[in-house]
C-alpha cells in the first residue's frame, strides 16, 4: 500500500546496457509522492536511459527499481506500465492519420481514476478545437499536448516526462508548465527530463544531476539559489 513514506520510485545501484555499452553506472533516485522532480544533465548524460530504464524499455538491467514498493526489474515493460506509470518518450510518437481524439482513445487502462475526455479537453483546449483534426496537421506543441494528455486517461499517476518543452514555442511551453502544475495539484507525480532549465526551475520540488551516467549532485528548490554556479559548471545555464 502506498504511503507518504513510500517512494513512487525507487531506484538503488541501477545498471543499465545497450548491447555491449554500459550507460548507466549506479544510478541512484528517490521520488516522493506528489513530486515534481527534474532530472538535469548534458546530452548523453544517461537522463533518457534512466527513464526508458524505469519502463523497461532498455536491455540489460540490473539494481532496484521499485514503483510504489513494488520491485520491477524482472518485469516486463506491459508490467510495469500496470502499475500507473505513464511515459511521454521525446519523440511523441502521435498516428498521424488517426484523428486527436482517435490519438487520445488508443491507450488501454493500465489503473483506475483516469481523467475523463471532457476534464482532459478542460486542461488542454487547443486538443478539443483540433480534436477531429488528423494527427498530422497538428502542430508541434499540439502534437506535445496530445502526447502527455493520452497518458493521462489510462490512470497512470505517476509519469514520466522526456523534453516536452524541446522545441515548443514560449507560449506552449507555458501551457505545459500551468498543466504540470495542475496534475501535481491533483496529486500526480512526475519525473522529467529536462534540458530547458528556465522550464524546470520553477517546477520541480527536487533535481539530480545526472553525469556519464551517474547522479553527482542533488538539490531542493529551496537549495537551487545556492546552487546556480555549480549549475553553470554542470550544465552551462
Partial sequence: MNTASTPAIRIRDLHTWYGESHILHGI????????VVTLLGRNGAGRTTTLRAIMGLTGKR???????????????????????????????????????????????????GGMGIDEIYEMFPNLKARRGSPGGRLSGGEQQMLAVARILRTGAKVLLLDEIS????????????????ALRARGFTVLMVEQNFRFAAPLADRFYIVER??????????????????????LGV
Fill in 213 to 234: 551516467g551517474l547522479v553527482v549532485r542533488e538539490f531542493t528548490a529551496a537549495e537551487l539559489p545556492g546552487n546556480m554556479e555549480m549549475l553553470r559548471e554542470y
Fill in 166 to 181: 524541446e522545441g515548443l514555442a514560449p507560449v506552449i511551453v507555458q501551457a505545459l508548465a500551468r498543466m504540470i502544475r
Fill in 62 to 112: 540490473t539494481g532496484g527499481i521499485q514503483v510504489n514498493g513494488r520491485e520491477t526489474i524482472a518485469m516486463p515493460p506491459h508490467q510495469i506500465a500496470r502499475l500507473g506509470l505513464g511515459y511521454c518518450p521525446e519523440e511523441r510518437g502521435i498516428m498521424t492519420s488517426l484523428t486527436c481524439e482517435e490519438n487520445l482513445m488508443l491507450p488501454p487502462r493500465v489503473a483506475e
Fill in 28 to 35: 541512484d533516485i528517490d521520488v516522493m509522492p506528489g513530486e
